[in-house]
C-alpha cells in the first residue's frame, strides 16, 4: 500500500479539480447558448416552438439529472454515436443547465412590462428586434443575480459525471479514497473543495441580488 | 399614584433623537389623547409605552413597576398594558374569535373552553358577536379594527394604547370605531390614544397632548387647548387643520 | 444501426422496479418530513432563538451543504463517519443525508417566508404579551409555511431526484433497481428509460400530494 500524506490527497483533489472546473465552464456556457434559444421559442409566437419548448424544459426539469446522464451515455452508442464519458457529462449537463436557465429567464422577461413590447411593436420591430434591443436589456438586470445562483447548481451537478467515470473531484475522491482508506479527510477535502468553488458564486449571487433589490426600491 | 409614569423619557434612532424627555403621568381611568405633526414622536411613544421600542435614558413605570427590557418584564407591562395598530394586525390565518382566544390561551394557560366566552363577551362588547367564526379578510376595515379592539381587551388591560386605529380606515367606518372607544372611555378604560380626530379629542377626552419635535409642547384639558392654544406651534398646527 | 429496442425484457423484472419504486417514496416520505421539521428549527434558530453562536451555526450549515454536491456529502456521511464510530446501514445513511441536505434548503426557504410575515403580526402578538417562541409558533409560522409552500414542494422534488444517487452506496431505491436490471439484461437504455418515467410520474404525485397536504395542514381555515 502507498503511504498517503495529507499533502498528497490534496494535491491529487486539486488536480482533479480542474476537470470539475472545465465541465462546470462548459455545460455553464453551452447550456447559456441553448437555453437562449430555448428561450427564444418559449416566448416567442411561434406555437409548435413554444411547445417545443416547453416540453423541453419539463422533460428535463422533471426527471433526475442522473438518469438524463444514464440515458445520454447509454442512449448515444445505440444510435452509433462513440460516447465516452466526458462527451455524455457535457452533452447531459448542458441540455440540463439550458432548461433551468431557459426558465430563469422566461421569468426575468415576463417582468419586463407588457407595454414595452407594444411601444416597441408599435415602432415596427419584429420579434427578433424586440427582444434584442429593448425586452432583453431590461430582463438582463434582473436575469443576472440568478443566473449566477445557478452556476453553483451546475458546478454541484458535474459530481454526478464520475458515475459514469468522468474523473473529476469526486470520482478522484473515491479513487484516492481506495488507494489511502481515509475516506473522512478525503471527502472532507473534497468537500471543502467544491465549497471553496461554490461559495464565492453563493455570495456574489446574493450580492447581487441585494444591490438589485435596493435600486429597485428606490 | 399614576397608572403610568413616564420620567425625562429618551429614545433615539441612529443619529437622530426622536423623543428628547418625556414627562407623562396617565391616571387609571384617563382618557388622552395626542396629536401633533407627522414625526414629531407621537408612535414612537405610544410604542415606548407597550416596549415594541426600547429607550436609551429615563423611565416607564406602570402600576408601580419600572419597565426593564429583559423579556420577562416586556411581558408583565403587556399584560397591563394593550395595543392597538393603525393597520389592525389581525392573525389572516385565525378567525376573529380565534384571534381574540389565542392570546388567553397560550400566554394565560386557559383552556379553549374557558376562552371562548371571554371571547364572545369581548366580541359582543365591539358589536361584532356574531363575527365569530369570519376571517379577517371577510369583514370590512371598520370590523377588524373592533376585532383588533376586543383582542386586547380579552387580556383584561389596565390600559390601551391605540395609534390612529381609525387612519387607515374609510370615512364611513370611523364612526363605528370610535363608538367602541368612547363606550370604553365611559367605563373607566385608561386611553392614550394618538389620533387626527380633533372632534372626537374635544368630546371624549380628558386632556390633550400636543407633541412637536419630540417634546410635550403643550396640553391641558381639551376646551382649553383647542380654544386657546398657547404656543405658536400648537396654534399653526391646529390652523392647519381648519 | 440495427438496434432494437425491446421493453419487454424490462417489464420482466416489474418487482424489482417496484421495490425500487417503494424505497425512493420511502426515502422521500420519511426524509421529507423531518428534512422540513429540521427546516422549521433551522429558521427558528436563525431569526427567533435570540442566540447569536446558534444563529452562526445554522448560517454555516446552512452554507456548507448548500455549497457542495449531495454526493459528495452522502459519501461522506457512509464512508467518512464510520471512522468517527458512527456506522450506518446503506439506507440509513441515504435517509441521514437526504435529511441533512433537505434540512438545509428548507430553513433557507422558511426563513425567507417568515421575513416575508409583516413585523405588525409580530408586534400584534408582542403586544398580546407572547414570549417569542409563541409569537413563531401561533403568529408566524403558519404564514409563512403558506407563502413558501410551492418552493418547498419544488425543493422536495429536487431532493427526490437527487435521491438517484443514492445507488452509489448500494441503498436499493429505483436507481439502483434500474443499474441491477440492466446489469442482467444488457438492456441499459430501456431500463433508464422506464426509470426516468417512473420518475417523471413520481414527482408529478409528489407534488399533488404536498399540494393536498398543504391544503390541510397549512391552507386548511379552521374555525
Ligand atoms: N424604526 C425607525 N427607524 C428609524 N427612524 C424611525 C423609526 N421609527 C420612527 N422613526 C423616525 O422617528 C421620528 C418620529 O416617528 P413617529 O412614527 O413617532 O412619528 P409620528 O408622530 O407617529 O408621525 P405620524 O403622524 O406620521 O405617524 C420620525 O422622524 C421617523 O422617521
Ligand atoms: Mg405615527
Known sequence: ?218 | MSLIEIRDLHKRFGAVEVLKGIDLDIAAGEVVAIIGKSGSGKSTLLRCMNGLESHEAGSITVGGKVLLQDEEHLRALRLEVGMVFQQFNLFPHLTAGRNVMLSPMVVKGLAEAEAKPIAEKVLARVGLAEKFGSFPDQLSGGQQQRVAIARALAMNPKALLCDEITSALDPELVNEVLAVVKSLAADGMTLAMVTHEMRFARDVCDRVLFMHQGRIHESGRPEDVFASPKTPELQQFLGALS | MAYQFDFVDVFKYTDVLARGVGLTVTLIGVGGTIGIAVGIAGAWARGYSGNRALEWLVAGYVEAIRNTPFLVQLFFIFYGLPSLGVRLTEVQAALLAMVVNLGAYATEIIRAGIEAVPRGQREAGASLAMTRMQVFRHVVLRPALQKIWPALSSQLVIVMFGSAVCSQIAAEELTYAANFIQSRNFRAFEVYFVATGLYLVLALLLRQGMRSLGGWLVFGRRA
Open chain 1, 1 to 218: 500500500m502507498i503511504d498517503f500524506t495529507a499533502w498528497d490527497i490534496v494535491r491529487n483533489l486539486l488536480l482533479a479539480a480542474r476537470w470539475t472546473v472545465a465541465l462546470s465552464l462548459v455545460a455553464f456556457a453551452l447550456g447559456g447558448l441553448v437555453g437562449l434559444l430555448v428561450l427564444f421559442a418559449r416566448v416567442g409566437r411561434a406555437k409548435p416552438l413554444r411547445w417545443g419548448a416547453v416540453a423541453f424544459i419539463e422533460v428535463f426539469q422533471g426527471t433526475p439529472l442522473l438518469m438524463q446522464l444514464f440515458l445520454v451515455f447509454f442512449g448515444l452508442p445505440l444510435v452509433g454515436v462513440d460516447t465516452p464519458a466526458w462527451f455524455a457529462a457535457c452533452l447531459a449537463l448542458t441540455l440540463w443547465t439550458a432548461a433551468f436557465l431557459a426558465e430563469i429567464w422566461r421569468g426575468c422577461v415576463e417582468s419586463v412590462p407588457k407595454g414595452q413590447w407594444e411601444a416597441s411593436a408599435s415602432l415596427a420591430m419584429n420579434y427578433l428586434q424586440q427582444m434584442r434591443h429593448v425586452v432583453l436589456p431590461q430582463a438582463l438586470r434582473l436575469a443576472v443575480p440568478p443566473t449566477v445562483g445557478f452556476s453553483v447548481q451546475v458546478v454541484k451537478g458535474t459530481a454526478l459525471a464520475s458515475i459514469i467515470g468522468f474523473v473529476e473531484l469526486s470520482k478522484a475522491s473515491t479513487m484516492i479514497t481506495n488507494a489511502s482508506f481515509q475516506p473522512f479527510t478525503v471527502y472532507g477535502a473534497a468537500a471543502a473543495a467544491y465549497f471553496l468553488l461554490c461559495f464565492p458564486l453563493s455570495a456574489w449571487s446574493r450580492r447581487l441580488e441585494r444591490t438589485l433589490h435596493v435600486a429597485h426600491r428606490n
